[in-house]
């Protein structure tokens, strides 16, 4: 089989999948249609190419500060025509059935997570102190400052931990302590590395559809501390025996405002079942295992069956 693959060249997810493609004698091209025999489009439909068509979505608009209809336009027009769509989780699917137009009554319907590899950093390394990692592109609703806060409590409790902050900080400001260290945009030896030394990680932006950084903890062998609405994190950590979800929180997906302080704002009684969970993981030193359902190799096997369900 032959797959052509539209705005995903050089993406992670398509990068991941390929080399199991390749052993399953499957080949992709971004380029040219020729010769292929299904079209897969990531996010947007901007070419027609007459194959049978498969989106892949991420999230949606919902900013209620924004015209999120209209910024999700080119997404609904892609949902509206595809012959079968792949949600990164349920809730994903959710919140794209609650935005988007919907889809036509034949389009067929699948929930794929993202996927690793196992150990794809390498066995654990241990070293001196506590360390928890944090990955993501910092805009506000990733919750960076509450993060932050969350440390600051808890070094009360582990003065030798050390929080490691990967990812670009967008409008964040950098936060002095002496036990933070930010890294920005680094290659994949110095991120792998840094995940093989970790104890945990945190994550608690809301509504999240299926962040890789929680992927990519969990094939680390990392515990993930989340809450119970974090969309795909949430879901992935239910299915992952170690990780801690924190019961609590605003749960709807109807329009609000997630640039806004009042948004990202987490409870006292979250914040404490927050800082009880990393007390517990620094305790305990558990290691997770990578689910067969979050591994690359699944993920490429699950999306050949798509895209043969539809010859």
């Known amino acids: 089989?032959?797959?052509?693959?539209?705005?995903?060249?050089?993406?992670?997810?398509?990068?991941?999948?390929?080399?199991?493609?390749?052993?399953?004698?499957?080949?992709?091209?971004?380029?040219?249609?020729?010769?292929?025999?299904?079209?897969?489009?990531?996010?947007?439909?901007?070419?027609?190419?007459?194959?049978?068509?498969?989106?892949?979505?991420?999230?949606?608009?919902?900013?209620?500060?924004?015209?999120?209809?209209?910024?999700?336009?080119?997404?609904?027009?892609?949902?509206?025509?595809?012959?079968?769509?792949?949600?990164?989780?349920?809730?994903?699917?959710?919140?794209?059935?609650?935005?988007?137009?919907?889809?036509?009554?034949?389009?067929?319907?699948?929930?794929?997570?993202?996927?690793?590899?196992?150990?794809?950093?390498?066995?654990?390394?241990?070293?001196?102190?506590?360390?928890?990692?944090?990955?993501?592109?910092?805009?506000?609703?990733?919750?960076?400052?509450?993060?932050?806060?969350?440390?600051?409590?808890?070094?009360?409790?582990?003065?030798?931990?050390?929080?490691?902050?990967?990812?670009?900080?967008?409008?964040?400001?950098p936060v002095k302590h002496p036990n933070i260290i930010y890294y920005g945009h680094v290659d994949r030896k110095d991120f792998a590395y840094h995940h093989s030394i970790a104890d945990f990680t945190i994550h608690l932006s809301k509504k999240d559809s299926c962040p890789n950084s929680v992927v990519e903890a969990i094939g680390a062998g990392l515990p993930v501390i989340t809450t119970d609405a974090c969309g795909g994190s949430t879901e992935m950590c239910q299915m992952t025996e170690g990780c801690i979800i924190v019961p609590g929180e605003d749960k709807s997906i109807e329009p609000c405002y997630p640039y806004r302080d009042s948004y990202n704002v987490i409870s006292p009684k979250v914040q404490e079942g927050l800082l009880d969970a990393m007390i517990q993981v620094t305790k305990e030193k558990p290691r997770v295992k990578l689910p067969q359902v979050l591994t690359a190799e699944e993920q490429a096997v699950r999306y050949l069956e798509v895209f043969k369900s539809l010859k």
């Open 1 to 173: 089989m032959k797959i052509f693959i539209e705005n995903g060249e050089g993406h992670i997810v398509t990068e991941r999948m390929t080399p199991h493609w390749k052993k399953m004698g499957v080949t992709v091209q971004c380029y040219d249609t020729r010769g292929c025999d299904v079209h897969l489009a990531f996010v947007h439909l901007t070419r027609g190419s007459g194959l049978p068509t498969v989106l892949r979505l991420d999230s949606v608009y919902y900013d209620a500060d924004t015209n999120y209809n209209a910024r999700n336009s080119g997404i609904s027009q892609a949902h509206a025509i595809a012959d079968a769509i792949i949600y990164q989780s349920n809730s994903s699917k959710q919140m794209c059935e609650r935005y988007l137009t919907p889809s036509k009554k034949s389009a067929k319907k699948f929930v794929i997570y993202n996927g690793v590899d196992k150990d794809w950093c390498g066995p654990h390394k241990e070293i001196a102190g506590d360390h928890i990692i944090v990955s993501a592109k910092w805009r506000r609703h990733k919750r960076l400052k509450e993060t932050i806060d969350l440390f600051r409590e808890y070094v009360k409790y582990f003065p030798k931990a050390t929080l490691h902050i990967f990812g670009m900080l967008h409008d964040n400001v």
